[in-house]
């Protein structure tokens, strides 16, 4: 079983810049897809990004492309997101997640960490 815990969210401005950090408790943490998703208010939850267990494999949805970036550090069990040129739209509860195969669905996924809130204003 694999633990997750998210942490970097917190309140910005539109233009502005967070990085979410998702760090790992559990073993053969580089045999994971990392995947992260959000839950705007209201709405349903949302693929994000996802990065294989090496790195080879990552996706974004459109939404996201070319503001965020996704990446990961095997040695030091966390994966992170970089969020540039934030929007009010990408107000949400991020939420990472650990499955055994790169997909951008998050039925795909087993271990969920417990969220952080990104709110952005105008």
């Known amino acids: 079983q694999v633990q997750l815990v998210e942490s970097g969210g917190g309140s910005v401005q539109a233009g502005g810049s967070l990085r979410l950090s998702c760090a790992a408790s559990?073993?053969?943490?580089?045999?994971?897809?990392l995947g992260w998703f959000r839950q705007p208010p209201g709405k349903e939850r949302e693929f994000v990004a996802f990065?294989?267990?090496?790195?080879?494999?990552?996706d974004y949805a459109d939404s996201v492309k070319g503001r965020f970036t996704i990446s990961r550090d095997n040695a030091k069990n966390t994966a992170y997101l970089q969020m540039n040129d934030l929007e009010p739209e990408d107000t949400a509860v991020y939420y990472c997640?650990?499955?055994?195969?790169?997909?951008?669905?998050?039925?795909?996924?087993?271990?969920w960490g417990q969220g952080t809130q990104v709110t952005v204003s105008t």
């Open positions: 997640a650990a499955g055994g195969i790169a997909r951008n669905t998050a039925r795909w996924y087993d271990y």
């Open positions: 559990g073993r053969a943490f580089s045999t994971y897809t």
């Open positions: 990065i294989s267990g090496r790195g080879g494999n990552i």
